[in-house]
């Protein structure tokens, strides 16, 4: 198997292309929607580029996020950008633990960084195509920007971070019908992510979390005998109370109506 072949069938990361965009042929690159995550470095000069009918403008060493789905554009202007087209299953967790996490798209003048756009640049247009080599170079720059971000934040792990975050959507907003894509959302990652993140600091599902603080709650609504099983379902976040009985009997191992009654 070549070393190209073997790359492509490393679906978790991929590297889809890397060319160099100047004010003399951006003509080459009209607008476009997005079907990929792109980095763009600006090597040299500044540029104005058209994001979702916004003017963004970069200056050396900027490096700018282009999200899945975004419609954007150049301009004629005396720079030189390096884009850099990927794609594969592990890019949103690689992003959500980057400089990249919690819709940030831009970092400023960050020249260490630009190391790496050279590096996969050569690389890829190497008279050999050296897949293998562009790949690992493109983790060791999701490596630089994980610890930056880390270095940003403080020192606390971003995954802790997320859990937190999470957690404090959960307390906050239980009370209503939220799914665990919802929470996921809201802190900016993936559904998988948050599952895996959760089993390894609270040894649990966001689901079993949602689920324990509903249930919590629920508990201490029914030992106060002021309202119905319907009403304490819907005020944790069921408006189904079969639904909620039904919950509330596989966390308790008693039924509603008997828990009220013995407490």
């Not at 042929?25 to 980095?39: A, R, T, W």
Request: glycine letters at 6%; hydrophobic letters at 35%; proline letters at 1%.
């Amino acid at each position: 198997m070549s070393l190209k072949l073997l790359a492509d069938s490393y679906v978790e990361l991929n590297i889809k292309s890397i060319k160099e965009i100047t004010g003399e042929n951006y003509s080459l690159c009209p607008e476009i929607k997005s079907e990929n995550y792109i980095f763009l470095y600006c090597r040299q000069g500044s540029e104005k580029i058209i994001v979702d009918g916004k003017s963004v403008e970069l200056s050396e060493n900027d490096i700018y996020l282009i999200n899945i789905n975004v419609r954007f554009s150049f301009t004629k202007g005396n720079y030189s950008i390096l884009y850099l087209e990927f794609n594969g299953a592990s890019t949103d967790d690689l992003l959500a633990n980057s400089s990249f996490s919690k819709g940030n798209v831009f970092l400023h003048d960050d020249s260490h960084l630009g190391y790496y756009f050279y590096k996969i640049y050569h690389a890829y247009h190497e008279a050999e195509y050296l897949s293998l080599k562009c790949l690992g170079i493109l983790y060791e720059l999701f490596y630089e920007l994980t610890k930056k971000n880390q270095i940003n934040t403080g020192g606390i792990s971003l995954q802790r971070r997320h859990v937190d975050l999470a957690q404090d959507y959960i307390n906050q907003n239980y009370q209503m019908e939220i799914t665990i894509a919802d929470v996921a959302k809201k802190v900016g990652v993936t559904s998988n992510y948050l599952a895996n993140i959760f089993a390894t600091y609270l040894q649990k599902t966001p689901k079993a979390y949602l689920t324990e603080i509903r249930m919590e709650q629920a508990k201490k609504l029914l030992a106060t005998h002021k309202y119905k099983i319907k009403e304490v379902g819907k005020l944790v976040g069921y408006k189904n109370q079969l639904h909620f009985s039904s919950e509330f009997k596989k966390y308790t191992g008693e039924s509603p109506a008997f828990y009220a009654k013995d407490n």
